[in-house]
């Protein structure tokens, strides 16, 4: 286990530790044992770090391509040399196991490479001459740095939400506020430590933690910020745009899902199985990406539930640090009790409980719950089309590809699907009908920093990631000439 000060600051301004007026309660959740407290900030400590990156963004919006992606480049090899720490780091303050834990820390490293190399690239491209219909006039088109801006993420995937906006933005040239989770703030506490060693110049990055409503807040409102990067809620997200839109500045929202795995009816049933599994429990069914809505063909329904309901009860489901975990804790009370309660109202509007929804009974401490599997589940009820963010899988079947599409796309959401089928031809054609921004077919729930990640509806408004993510925090300008 990892040992901690009674108290940490918790912002990070100008280049300078300090502490705020707020105390933040840090648990563990596998243990409900407080790790430490730290010393949040309120809507003053959000003013000097806006203040601080402002005067920041005078010198670094006009560092080269090259210079900035040096500087990611320190940022990954530092996140890389404390891998150990960060991931153990991670386990203690979010609940995950190590193994989820450790591939949340090569995510991070892989999207700071990944937007070095693509600000190393920027300065070739910078100035491109643009085709006109006139000779009289002649254009060049320029990407320049949005500003400065803010980026509020959660505990779902500490320093991985982070990495996700954080490195494109640095990537642009702008300068950054950012607020982490009050629940999960220790690992974007240490990637601040290892930021202020990387040779950032002071005011560039800064780090304000601190509730939503104290820091959250002020920080969507400001007018200095150019743009504002959220994921978390919808109910949030809602919050968040509507403060944004007082000062018309630009908004990017990762929000909710409600996906589906649609098992078709020539899938390999154990590999179907193992998806099921991944999608809904990793993280501890923790993910706007969970795909929470199993739809089964009927020719495969009866063996494909048996055998779910086996392999989900077999999970180990244990402390993040136990050698054999499969799933670990869920981050918090609050969230535990939101998930009970879910469960509790599903059997309320007639859903069938096949298992799991209790806690396991060899942990009589921490926010631990079974993996949970469910049918029969209405049509209208939350249960089927609420985002849980827990681990509960709902499974119906279908008497046809058709209807399995139509289920699958009636959701106010539309972040990702999953596909399992043997016929290639099968899978792109579904793929290609379902309303969601990532599809994986016959495949884990792979994320690569090379492709989007987004999805339709009320899921996401804006990409990250890919060239996309960069493009998020970039202006454009065309500059035409007179000849």
Known sequence: MISFPTTLHGLYINGQWSSGRDHLR?????????????????????????????????????????????????????????RDHLTRLQSSNNGKPLFEAAIDVDDVIATFEYYAELAEGLDAQQDRAVALPSDDFSARLRREPCGVVGLIVPWNFPMVTTAWKLAPALAAGCCVVLKPSEVTPLSELELAAIIAESGLPKGVFNLVCGTGLAVGAPLAADPRIAKISFTGSNAVGVQVMQRAAETVKGVSLELGGKSSLLVLEDADIELAVELACGGGFFNAGQMCSATSRVLVADELADEFLERLQKRAQAIRVADPFDPDVEMGALVNQ???????????????AGAKLVCGGNRPAHLPRGYFLQPTVFTQVPLDSALWCEEIFGPVLCVRSFSSEAEAIALANDSQFGLVASVVTRNAETADRVANALHAGLVWLNAPQVIFPQAAWGGYKQSSLGRELGPWGLQAFQEIKHVIRAH
Do not use: M
């Not at 243990?31 to 990156?53: P, W």
């Open 26 to 82: 840090v648990i563990n959740p596998a243990t409900e044992a407080l790790l430490t407290t730290v010393n949040g900030g309120d809507e003053q400590a959000v003013d000097q770090a806006i203040s601080a990156a402002c005067e920041a963004f005078k010198d670094w919006s006009k560092t080269t391509g090259a210079e900035r992606g040096a500087i990611l480049r320190n940022i990954a090899n530092g996140v890389r040399n404390g």
């Open 334 to 348: 609050a969230q535990y009790q939101r998930v009970l309660g879910h469960i509790d109202r599903g059997l309320s």
